[in-house]
């Protein structure tokens, strides 16, 4: 091929090129051919982050292009020198290079060279004004110029400036612009690129399955090359990790690292996808492999030199090992080390470093020191927000060290309140787990004091202050709040920048600065702003509590060190009781639960005696606090590794209208709630069940005005249109229901997945909703204290009540269940109610009676 095509090819399918670059060197090339390979061959290895190797393919490249005496070309080499020797940490003379050759060109030529510093002005320096200027330049050179290639450059990087500057939309029409470009001339791995930064944009607005989308898309393009983008599977893995789906993440950037090594690809782009392992791998809670990929990130780094980095491994690799139970000499030895590096290197990660050596400190009997590092740590509360959870978590244990309780409470409110802030916005997956583990040590600190005090209702307090923190379900679309947007989008692409500077040797102060500001103009947003991520709930007072439950019990499950306590409200009294171990409570649920399904195949001759086992559950789930439960109804708040507990198997609840929900404070809000007038009844039929559509047409009998979706109409958006805002919704469909990540569970339909994503876009979630049928109603927990699955979703979107199965129930015995919970529903009475007069009234079949027992109320 013709060498002056080389450039573009290095752009469009660079294995290609650099293979090309090379056969044209190896066979006595003229200057002007040696000068373009060698161009090609420094933009392939400065794209594949391998920037030394970069700067000597490009200083050669200028060598041969002065030899040739073609000036175009020089200037064009020297764009692409500037940009390498910026990369290489050499900014002031590359920036100089840059600025040396804009001066007295014009036409398309001059668009060329300003799309090169707008890149370094924008990605790597954050000079996002000056940035912009530039990229407009060079949309305006080369737009209606012939050389679409290079229009569609100009204008992917004006969208990554725009996108920077938290002007979402407006970057994400020049991306769809740009890759429409793209896609017409061929440029395939540029159109990848540009479907990433869609996806980017994406995820900036909260959107995730849109994010994903795209990132599939870039994914298929650049497989279908041949060609690996090691930053299109980090950034799929971190949008994987922040939709909870650790094991997919695990998958995919297991996948890149399989294809790096088969590929020979770049060192630096591999010890970041190890480094992207690792957290994938803790996540996944596969422990060797998270200490393995660590560990090789950490050594990788090391080699090549890159201090920021390799501290930053180490100290996930460190804080790893910790939380697994590690407390040895060599690991203290360490956080020492680490922490001193990070001093100098990145104060906000010293924070961490100096809580984590303080923590291995004291619990190697050395206070002292301990008590050092944890200040040190707690200096950090005024700092970003990632040293901010550090430090009141630090502040917290000095406090409880030194006995002074009401600080250490403070310390613990102000704590959780900035977890808050994390978990209602978008940022990087590691902060997010961070903070989740942070605040659920300070949630600890505060009750293992209430319950040396025995008293009760201060652990109620602060049980319910733990939920109320992480029972909220993340933003899954942009909030109304343009301004909070463009903050969220910024902080994120600086804080790329801020990860990218530290590689590139440029000065991160100004860097820092700005992210400080930013993140300052996000808390102020979130806090003072209740529309945008959810309306913020009042707060828990037990006093309130008490004025509502009327004659029912409540009796909230929390685990405090593996043991397992049960606070029971009830009689206007708040009491406290020491259940026993968690773990047993978990073993005798395990148990239970496959004695259900058992019974629901009809496997085995011999029935299980049910009866024994609920007894045998219940001692281990509640122990003696059944004592203080009066005759009524019961209000039941789990745990949530115990909230798929099938209730009316314990004798004391047998008979009993039992509700289940995440969160006291949670069933507060839906008893306050405001029901609609008894409006629209929807019934719902999906496929590819056993008894067809058998239940929905005998239960539209029952209401003959209901609207009925099945036989194919029971379709996503005729669903959607149905359910938004309607009194009552029966769903007969199997459901699959993500443990890992609740916004992923779905009920199939006509036309595939009804997920939690698509029930967002419902102004108003259905009142009361019963789901019949499904494989299983309820998710797992996730590392919090948390009830995940569609039904904990809907009642989350506001919901008020929900009757669905904890294990997978027989669909013949489920429909004369069904027909007789909603005759009762329709004589008037609640849910709970409805549910345990149809379980008392059940037929003494085998199936019948695991049935009945099998489905729960969640909520009112």
């Known amino acids: 091929m013709d060498t002056t095509d080389l450039h573009a090819l290095a752009l469009s399918r660079p294995a290609d090129a650099l293979r090309l670059a090379r056969e044209v060197l190896a066979r006595s090339p003229s200057d002007a051919e040696a000068a373009a390979a060698h161009q090609a061959a420094g933009v392939v290895h400065r794209d594949f982050g391998d920037i030394q190797e970069a700067v000597a393919e ?155 989308r795209y990132l599939d898309d870039a994914q298929r393009v650049v497989e279908e090359l041949g060609v690996l983008e090691p930053d299109l599977y980090a950034n799929k893995c971190l949008v994987l990790l922040a939709a909870g789906l650790s094991r997919e993440a695990l998958t995919a950037i297991e996948s890149a690292l399989d294809r790096i090594e088969q590929q020979g690809g770049s060192a630096a782009r591999r010890a970041e996808l190890l480094y992207c392992a690792g957290l994938a791998a803790h996540a996944a809670g596969a422990t060797e492999l998270a200490e393995s990929r660590g560990r090789d990130a950490m050594l990788l780094f090391r080699r090549q030199q890159r201090p920021w980095w390799a501290a930053r491994a180490e100290l996930a690799l460190l804080q790893s090992r910790y939380a697994g ?212 709930p009042e707060e828990f007072r037990v006093a309130d509590l008490l004025d509502h439950l009327g004659d029912r019990a409540l009796i909230e499950l929390t685990d405090v060190d593996d043991q397992l306590y049960a606070i029971v409200v009830a009689g206007g009294r708040v009491r406290l009781e020491l259940v026993g171990p968690t773990s047993a409570a978990t073993h005798r649920l395990t148990h239970a639960l496959f004695a259900l399904r058992r019974e629901a195949t009809g496997r085995g001759t011999t029935p299980l005696d049910l009866d024994a086992i609920g007894t045998r559950l219940e001692s281990v789930l509640l122990g003696t606090a059944v004592k203080h439960l009066p005759d009524g109804p019961v209000v039941v708040v789990p745990t949530g590794r115990l909230h798929a507990v099938p209730w009316s198997l314990l004798p004391s609840l047998r008979h009993r209208p039992t509700s289940v929900v995440p969160s006291a404070a949670a069933w507060l809000r839906a008893r306050k709630a405001v029901p609609p007038a008894p409006g629209r009844v929807v019934l719902i039929s999906g496929p590819k069940l056993s008894t067809g559509h058998e239940e929905v047409r005998r239960l539209a009998d029952l209401y003959p005005d209901a609207v009925v979706l099945t036989d194919g109409g029971a379709t996503a958006d005729a669903v959607l249109a149905a359910i938004d805002g309607a009194s009552l919704v029966h769903v007969a469909a199997h ?69 669905a199965s904890v294990v997978p129930v027989n669909d013949p015995a489920t429909v004369p269940l069904m027909l007789d919970l909603h005759t009762r529903l329709r004589a008037g009475n609640e849910l709970p109610e409805a549910l345990a007069g149809t379980r008392a009234s059940a037929t003494d079949s085998r199936f019948a009676r695991t049935a009945a027992q099998s489905f729960v109320t969640l909520g009112c």
């Not at 933003?475 to 969220?488: F, K, Q």
């Open 735 to 803: 459901g699959t229901f993500r443990a890992d990540s609740p916004l992923f569970s779905a009920l199939e339909l006509d036309d595939g997945p009804l997920t939690v994503y698509d029930l967002e876009r419902l102004e108003r979630a259905p009142h009361r909703v019963v789901l019949s049928s499904c494989s299983s109603a309820l998710g797992g927990p996730s590392g919090a204290d948390e009830l995940l699955g569609l039904v904990s979703a809907l009642i989350a979107l506001g919901s008020a009540g929900v009757v």
């Open 58 to 212: 490009l200083k050669a490249a200028y060598k041969y292009a002065r030899r040739a005496a073609d000036r175009d070309r020089e200037a064009d080499i020297q764009a692409s020198l500037g940009v390498a020797l910026v990369m290489a940490g050499r900014t002031d003379r590359g920036l100089a290079m840059l600025d040396s050759i804009v001066p007295g060109r014009t036409g398309v030529f001059a668009g060329r060279i300003l799309i090169r510093r707008a890149w370094v002005r924008g990605a790597l320096l954050g000079q996002y004004d000056e940035a912009l200027v530039d990229a407009e330049r060079a949309v305006a050179l080369l737009s209606d110029a012939g050389d679409l290639v290079w229009e569609a450059r100009a204008l992917t990087h004006r969208a990554m400036v725009l996108l920077a500057m938290g002007a979402i939309e407006r970057a994400d029409e020049d991306y769809a612009h740009s890759e429409k470009l793209f896609a017409s001339c061929g440029q395939q791995a540029e159109y990848a690129d540009t479907r990433q930064a869609r996806g980017a944009a994406a995820f900036a607005r909260g959107d995730l399955p849109t994010a994903l």
């Open 325 to 536: 139970g590690n407390r040895t000499a060599r690991l203290l030895s360490s956080g020492r080390r680490v922490s001193a590096e990070l001093d100098d290197l990145d104060p906000d990660l010293a924070a961490e470093a100096h809580l984590l050596t303080g923590r291995l400190a004291i619990a190697r009997s050395d206070p002292a020191e301990g008590r050092r590092h944890l200040t040190i740590a707690a200096g950090s509360r005024n700092r970003g927000l990632r040293a901010r959870g550090a430090g009141w978590l630090a502040q917290a244990m000095l406090h409880q060290d030194e006995g002074r309780s009401r600080a250490m409470l403070t310390a613990c409110r102000q704590g959780l309140s900035l977890i808050e802030v994390y978990l209602r916005t978008l940022g990087a997956t590691e902060l997010r787990v961070l903070a989740t583990a942070q605040g659920a040590e300070l949630a600890a600190i505060a009750l293992r004091y209430a319950v040396r005090r025995r008293n009760a209702r201060q652990v109620l307090e602060w049980s319910e202050r733990w939920r109320a923190t992480v029972l909220a379900i993340p933003p899954v679309r942009p909030p109304e709040d343009d301004d909070l947007v463009a903050d969220l989008a910024a902080l994120r692409s600086l804080t790329l920048r801020l990860e990218t500077s530290h590689d590139n040797g440029i000065a991160p102060q100004p860097l820092q600065r700005e992210r400080r500001r930013l993140e300052s103009a996000v808390r102020h947003r979130v806090l003072l702003t209740p529309g945008t991520t959810g309306d913020r």
